[in-house]
């Protein structure tokens, strides 16, 4: 499977960030941004697949090539270039980065941790590698959609 996208989508955000971001954030801000593609635009933003980790969502090809920098700021180490400024994917990725990138890892773990959230739903301690299926999160961006507009009301 290419892995273009997912790369591509990691490059970015790690350059919005001024290259600060460690991997936990980064896998938090990208979930958080394929949820937010798939509610806006009903295609997913990567090309690759998260899974119900420990810690959260997380897309395991991405995290193979960036976990030897822990929790200290990844490199450039995607051997892609970003994605293009003018595209939805750029879009909800700058949408995202610029809402939440300022955010603690624990602020992003508690976001991706939502009661009823798709990786609630998915998360099992005991099996690894339990993928949440993009309509899954595609229909936990809907039910924040809808609770946010309720609240407004």
């Known amino acids: 499977m290419s892995m273009i996208r ?9 350059e919005l960030s001024g290259w600060k971001l460690s991997n936990l954030p980064l896998q938090k801000l990208l979930y958080l941004s394929h949820m937010y593609h ?3 635009y ?3 933003l990567i090309d690759g697949e998260f899974q119900a980790w420990d810690l959260g969502p997380v897309e395991p090809t991405l995290y193979r090539q960036v976990k030897a920098y822990g929790d200290k700021p990844i490199q450039d180490v995607f051997r892609v270039g970003p994605v293009a400024p003018t595209t939805t994917e750029y879009e909800a990725l700058a949408e995202i ?12 773990v508690a976001i991706t941790h939502e009661d009823h959230g798709a990786w609630a739903r998915y998360y099992n301690p005991n099996v690894n590698g339990i993928v949440i299926p993009n309509r899954a999160i595609r229909q936990e961006f809907n039910e924040r959609r809808q609770r946010a507009n309720n609240n407004r009301n």
């Open 6 to 14: 997912t790369f591509q989508a990691a490059k970015t955000l790690c």
């Open 42 to 44: 009903n295609e997913p």
């Open 97 to 108: 980065y610029d809402e939440l990138g300022d955010r603690r890892p624990s602020s992003l």
């Open 38 to 40: 798939l509610g806006e």
